[in-house]
């Protein structure tokens, strides 16, 4: 699916989301790409055969031209944000981010606008990316995923190597001054307590809030 609804972990197309009389405001997502500059050992991605029915998984990268048609079909006035995440890592595909990212901001506004990244974009693009997302951006949130820069590698296998960890709170630091909430995230089936402390505590040293965010098996 391009642009779906999330409920109870499961995923929805937006015309099934909406089809009822509910009044509930509703969270928009939108997948750009099935690719990742990692390699997460808890990821979807290893699954031999990936779902064919309500799944994330593209069969080809859509146009900018196709998100905003979906988006054009949905009713807007409930939606409480809309949320840039992929099945892969958004930031691969920076151009058409940015544009969609600026398109929903000037046909409406009052929507918050969210993207879920690893935090490797300006490592991926080899420049500091983060001044694009002002002024369009609400809130970035950056899966942390471990501790030590050892353990992330172990369990992100990033193809930038060891540097990934440092250059993902690099990334994290600068958006602050281009987005007004910056968050790091941790999956929480994934990481034991004690690293959630630990976790915790290296956001407080960088000035940042960490979120523990349940992990969806489906």
Not at 198 to 215: F, N, Q
Request: aromatic share 10%; charged share 25%.
């Amino acid at each position: 699916m391009i642009v779906y609804t999330v409920s109870n972990g499961k995923y929805f197309p937006v015309a099934e989301s909406f089809s009822s009389d509910s009044e509930n405001l509703h969270g928009i997502y939108i997948n750009l790409t099935n690719r990742c500059n990692n390699d997460c050992v808890f990821c979807l991605r290893d699954k031999k055969i990936m779902a064919t029915e309500k799944s994330l998984w593209l069969e080809c990268e859509p146009t900018v031209e196709e998100v905003k048609a979906e988006l054009y079909a949905v009713p807007f006035n409930r939606v409480k944000e809309v949320v840039f995440c992929g099945f892969g890592e958004p930031t691969i595909r920076l151009a058409e981010l940015t544009e969609l990212l600026r398109y929903v901001k000037e046909t409406h506004p009052n929507i918050s606008t969210r993207l879920n990244t690893n935090g490797l974009g300006n490592l991926e693009h080899d420049r500091d990316i983060t001044p694009e997302f002002k002024n369009i951006l609400d809130v970035a949130s950056i899966s942390l995923n471990a501790a030590t820069a050892e353990k992330y590698f172990k369990l992100t296998r990033s193809k930038f190597g060891i540097k990934a960890y440092e250059a993902m709170f690099d990334f994290a630091e600068r958006m602050k001054n281009f987005v007004p909430q910056v968050v790091m995230t941790i999956v929480d089936k994934v990481t034991p307590p004690d690293e959630i402390d630990s976790c915790k505590k290296i956001c407080d040293e960088h000035g940042l809030t960490l979120r523990v965010r349940p992990y969806e098996a489906n």
